[in-house]
């Protein structure tokens, strides 16, 4: 069974310029995550859909930060403009069902300078 | 406010050796409680689960406990080995409108010197 890939690995920007991440999910998977983890911390959700619809965004800086699942299948978290703060690994995962076992991709590495 | 807290931050010991890690919880209503293994570089693996009825699950040389009257679970881990070097984090799940939201702990990050 393919895991939860994710692209790009890494992505090094300048502070004020945009950057979308990609997920694609284990299929079959009707839940999907994002995540934000910075440096020695924990992963902090940034938003949850269920098929294409968003089942929590609650964390979500909805002033730069935007997700979209279309057709309830793959992914992107975009951050337009980013600052030095949102330096962290982006990871995606997920599950069968919101209830079920999260499957996490590698993440993806951002480094804002 | 829901909250995960976990303790110790870090935690080093020596190979061959046992050591508990512990998560207090504050989340309700609550579904389930997963202690997942995050190695460095990667994305975290889950260990165990354990719904509001279970008291302990073993996966190996991991025991998790649950006791959700005080809202605490700890992970053990057996006879210690280089690869259990890793960060652990203790994942609680609100159950909310038919969906599960998870509230993830900071972790504690474990270091096994050999």
């Known amino acids: 069974e393919a895991g939860v890939a994710q692209s790009p690995r890494y992505k090094i920007i300048e502070k004020r310029q945009s950057v979308a991440f990609w997920c694609n999910p284990i299929s079959g998977h009707a839940t999907l995550y994002w995540y934000q983890q910075i440096l020695g911390q924990g992963p902090k959700l940034l938003i949850q859909f269920q098929n294409n619809g968003v089942v929590d965004d609650s964390q979500l800086p909805k002033d730069r930060f935007s997700a979209e699942r279309l057709k309830g299948v793959d992914s992107t978290l975009k951050i337009q403009p980013a600052k030095l703060e949102d330096s962290a690994v982006y990871l995606c995962?997920?599950?069968?069902?919101?209830?079920?076992?999260?499957?996490f991709g590698p993440g993806t590495r951002l480094l804002v300078l | 406010k829901n909250q995960v807290e976990q303790s110790p931050q870090s935690l080093i010991i020596l190979e061959g050796k046992n050591c508990t890690l512990q998560c207090n919880y504050t989340v309700s209503p609550f579904s389930n409680l997963r202690w997942y293994k995050q190695d460095t570089g990667r994305g975290p693996v889950s260990l165990t689960i354990m719904t509001f009825s279970e008291n302990t699950k073993s996966n190996g040389r991991y025991t998790a406990t649950l006791d959700a009257d005080t809202k605490q679970s700890s992970l053990h881990i057996t006879a210690s080995q280089l690869s259990d070097s890793a960060s652990y984090i203790c994942?609680?799940?609100?159950?909310?409108?038919?969906?599960?939201?998870?509230?993830f702990g900071r972790g504690t990050s474990l270091i096994v010197h050999p």
């Open positions: 994942v609680v799940r609100l159950a909310s409108g038919g969906s599960y939201i998870p509230t």
């Open positions: 995962a997920s599950s069968l069902y919101s209830v079920e076992t999260q499957y």
